[in-house]
């Protein structure tokens, strides 16, 4: 019999805690510990570990038993990082546990379900028991439950989202697979724009077939001269002048009989490692190019395109400076529109390479800025001059001006800070044009001004915006 009330806490203040209490201690401690390892301390969701454990664990019983239908949901926040840049990492963090609260809210039914931050701004979503229909229609529920802004201190904030989905036992059996084609599928949302989903369907293992073909004809094409470049113009709104021209390279494939994206035929070069002697090319030509405009033009400047594959390769410095030679062009009139991405890694060698050429004139601009991981830290650190804005923050100030008008504006403020001249990229439309002006954005390019344009027509544009 155990001793209670005032007897039970004199002893135990005498003789310490007894064999129960210590057993019950231990138990709390380790039930403790267990809800810590199968919990996400951010979004207090189920732990990356955990989840892995149950699906699994379903999976095999599945497998082994009835094969019911159940789906794999991914969902990627886009954009969501530039909440970390302009409101710090813990508003990051409490931002990631609202969408969690909500993506909760969008499926009640606790036991049909199971969530997880895969990682970063990733999350896994598996549906019990349903058909693939069903999921189709509770994807929709959750890109809609993410649609109205976050409160987060004193801004609402916007975020957009994309879903890829696959689903068990119809394309897989093993949660690698299904995991993988839940990816592809959010990648091919991607593509179709925010907000939308994409179930993964066997077409997705077709374009890997047509992927290798493209390959083939891709080790071909500079050697056929498949390649050219278009250009579309920059304008210096307050110089009234076009300021630079970006060249954007396209590809005609004579054995496809079509032209094929550079969305598409870039990342082939750029894993084939092709992106190496084309990027030269490019370089090579867009310099040939802006030297014969330089002759009315001199200030005109070229822009060329580098994406972190290029940066990264041993020669890239060299390579920048044999073509600069080779042309006969002064430095100081190219841009490097360096993808946001490529700057993220390799840091310290990526800052070197950089200054070397910035320290010959080369100007250096961020290109997409705000959708990349770039930190407010490593911008810092870098020898950069111009920050492009990415177009789907200037796409969403016309949408919804109220909400996305300071998102714009804290990118501007931070360039300013940084003393970065802002480019504004994919200008559609007067709207979009005069709110930068109005916070001091003074270049831009997009269709609203041009589209990308064949040399001869760029020179007639020049003429016409430049009269000499
Ligand atoms: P980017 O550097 O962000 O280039 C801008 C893209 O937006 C171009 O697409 C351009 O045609 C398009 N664009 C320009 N203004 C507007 C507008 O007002 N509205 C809309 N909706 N789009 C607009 P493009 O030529 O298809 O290039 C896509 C991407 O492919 C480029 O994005 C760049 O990352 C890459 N790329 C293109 N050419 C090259 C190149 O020569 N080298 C490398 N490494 N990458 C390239
Ligand atoms: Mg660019």
Request: with cysteine.
């Amino acid at each position: 019999m155990s001793d209670t009330g005032l007897i039970g806490s004199l002893k135990s203040k005498i003789l310490g805690p007894s064999d129960d209490e210590i057993s019950e201690l231990k138990e709390d401690f380790a039930n403790e510990i267990k809800i810590l390892k199968e919990t996400d301390s951010i979004t207090g969701l189920a732990s990356k570990q955990h989840f892995w454990n149950l699906f699994n664990k379903r999976i095999e019983q599945e497998n082994n038993g009835s094969f019911a239908d159940f789906s794999l949901l991914m969902l990627d926040l886009s954009r969501f990082h530039i909440v970390n840049e302009t409101m710090g990492y813990e508003v990051g963090d409490e931002m990631l546990h609202a969408v969690g609260k909500r993506l909760e809210e969008s499926l009640p039914n606790a036991s049909n379900r199971l969530i997880c931050r895969i990682y970063g701004n990733t999350f896994a979503i598996v549906l019990w028991d349903i058909k693939s229909s069903e999921a189709i229609t509770i994807a929709k529920r959750i890109l809609e439950g993410l649609l109205p802004p976050f409160r987060m201190t004193d801004n609402h904030v916007h975020v957009t989202s994309c879903i890829g989905i696959s689903h068990y036992p119809h394309n897989a059996k093993d949660s690698n697979t299904l995991m993988l084609q839940a990816e592809s599928a959010l990648e091919e949302a991607k593509i179709e724009g925010e907000n939308n989903y994409a179930v993964f369907s066997s077409d997705m293992e077709i374009d890997s077939v047509d992927r290798l073909q493209l390959e083939n004809y891709l080790h071909q094409a500079l050697d056929k001269k498949e390649f050219r470049l278009v250009f579309q113009p920059q304008m210096a709104i307050a110089k009234r002048r076009v300021s630079a021209v970006e060249a954007l390279i396209r590809w005609e494939s004579r054995d496809l009989g079509s032209t094929v994206s550079p969305a598409k035929f870039i990342p082939i070069l750029q894993e084939t490692g092709l992106i190496i002697p084309v990027g030269e090319w490019i370089m090579k030509e867009a310099l040939t190019m802006c030297k014969k405009w330089n002759e009315k033009y001199p200030w005109l400047k070229v822009a060329v395109n580098i994406n972190g594959y290029q940066i990264k390769h041993k020669d890239f410095v060299p390579s920048c400076i044999k073509v600069i030679n080779e042309v006969g062009i002064d430095a100081n009139h190219l841009i490097l529109d360096l993808q946001e991405s490529a700057l993220s890694k390799d840091a310290e060698k990526t800052v070197n390479k950089l200054n070397e050429l910035h320290d010959l004139g080369v100007t250096l601009a961020i290109d997409d800025f705000g959708v990349g991981m770039t930190s407010f830290h490593q911008l810092k650190k870098m020898p950069v001059d111009t920050m492009k804005i990415d177009p789907s923050f200037l796409r969403d100030i016309e949408e919804d001006p109220k909400h996305n008008e300071p998102m714009v504006d804290a990118l501007i403020s931070m360039a300013e800070s940084l003393n970065l001249s802002v480019v504004g990229e994919g200008i559609e439309s007067e709207y979009q044009m005069n709110f930068l002006r109005k916070h001091g954005c003074h270049h831009m390019q997009g269709y609203f001004f041009c589209k990308p344009l064949p040399f001869d027509d760029v020179s007639v544009f020049l003429a016409k915006f430049n009269p000499s």
